[in-house]
């Protein structure tokens, strides 16, 4: 079995930072992609940033040049570093990993308990 413990979120006045991270737990041989996607009140959960197991990352647009993912994948974790946050950042963001084979067996996709980042102005 395999669990993301997300970590990070709070509260942050707007062009602060916050650094999300995300820890798979369970006996994991390997990790595909790992991602933090978010859902505003209201909203649809969107794709924030993606970084696959060799380390290549894409973006939302509206977070380009804000925020950076990386991944350590010798402690199968994921970090969302946001810089210059705004108010329309306010979400709950999700950590997602997906084809996370743990024993004999392939999860093809394990989701966060989410954790909630608030902006203010």
């Known amino acids: 079995q395999v669990q993301l413990v997300e970590s990070g979120g709070g509260l942050v006045q707007a062009g602060g930072s916050l650094r999300l991270s995300c820890a798979a ?3 994991i041989f390997s990790i595909n992609a ?3 996607y978010r859902q505003a009140p209201g909203k649809q959960r ?3 940033a ?3 197991r060799g380390g290549s990352a894409n973006y939302a647009d509206s977070v380009k040049g804000r925020f950076t993912i990386s991944r350590d994948n010798a402690k199968n974790t994921v970090y969302l570093q946001m810089n210059s946050l705004k108010p329309e950042d306010t979400a709950v963001y999700y950590c997602n990993a997906d084809n996370v084979v743990v024993g004999g ?3 093809r996709e394990v989701w ?3 954790t ?4 203010s102005s």
């Open 25 to 27: 737990s369970g006996r």
């Open 105 to 107: 067996m392939t999860y």
């Open 50 to 52: 993606r970084i696959t």
């Open 116 to 119: 909630l980042v608030t902006v």
């Open 46 to 48: 969107e794709l924030v």
């Open 112 to 114: 966060g308990q989410g």
């Open 34 to 36: 790992m991602a933090y």
